[in-house]
């Protein structure tokens, strides 16, 4: 079973709601990753945070923002968000983002914004 | 070019065939190789990592040939919980993982 555990499962949430979505990984991974997974599509990389820094955005809006309280959680503030925005959005945890190491995933979070 | 190519499918196989699976990615300098699968609406889960050497679990067997620059997934045996998208995932030098887009495999009873 994943030891990268996300909550919550399912969002349904509005234009203007302010909503979260948090990680939390128990493997002492020193690297996590948001990632954005639309249906028939793989996923695509948002954002990298090495040793709780962020070391990659790749271009996300700001209506997505990442934050990292520590090196086992990893949290994706929403705000203002678009219906295109609807997707599963899974997190993932790596040994570290330096060298090649597998990447464990979540279940995700199946967001659906109306 | 795409980065990582695969053949999307879909493969329908009956239980029991051998099915396999190529990948070519166009980045030589890329490091490291895996193969996950992701089912309906699940998460990808690391099914192997793919190592010059090839390598062996069960009925599953990965291949990386670097000189062509493609790996390749063979299932033997298949059954019916083999069914499920199989991703191609390669890291390059920036050592961030890049997907292909998945072969669908439904192995039929």
């Known amino acids: 079973d994943t030891e990268v555990t996300q909550t919550p499962k399912h969002l349904v949430m509005g234009m203007t709601n302010k909503k979260s979505l948090k990680c939390e990984q128990h493997?002492?991974?020193?690297?996590m990753y948001w990632y954005k997974q639309k249906a028939k599509k793989p996923p695509e990389l948002m954002f990298v945070?090495?040793?709780?820094?962020?070391?990659i955005n790749e271009s996300v809006p700001s209506r997505f923002s990442p934050e990292c309280p520590n090196s086992s959680l990893l949290n994706l503030h929403l705000h203002a968000l678009q219906p295109e925005d609807s997707a599963l959005y899974l997190c993932?945890?790596?040994?570290?983002?330096?060298?090649?190491?597998?990447?464990?995933f979540g279940p995700g979070t199946r967001l659906t914004v109306t | 070019r795409k980065e990582v190519e695969q053949d999307p499918g879909p493969f329908n196989v009956p239980e029991g065939a051998t099915v396999a699976f190529n990948c070519t990615y166009s980045?030589?300098?890329?490091?490291?190789f895996f193969w996950y699968r992701q089912d309906c609406r699940k998460e990808p889960k690391l099914l192997m990592s793919?190592?010059?050497s090839g390598n062996e679990d069960g009925r599953f067997t990965a291949q990386l040939n670097r000189a062509s620059q493609y790996i390749s997934l063979l299932i033997r045996d298949s059954k019916l919980s083999d069914s499920a998208t199989y991703l191609c995932?390669?890291?390059?030098?920036?050592?961030?993982?890049?997907f292909g887009s998945g072969t669908q495999l439904t192995v039929l009873p």
């Open positions: 993932a945890s790596s040994q570290d983002s330096y060298s090649s190491y597998e990447q464990y």
């Open positions: 493997m002492g991974h020193r690297a």
């Open positions: 945070y090495s040793y709780e820094k962020l070391s």
């Open positions: 980045n030589s300098a890329s490091q490291s």
């Open positions: 793919v190592y010059s």
């Open positions: 995932v390669i890291s390059g030098s920036a050592r961030q993982l890049t």
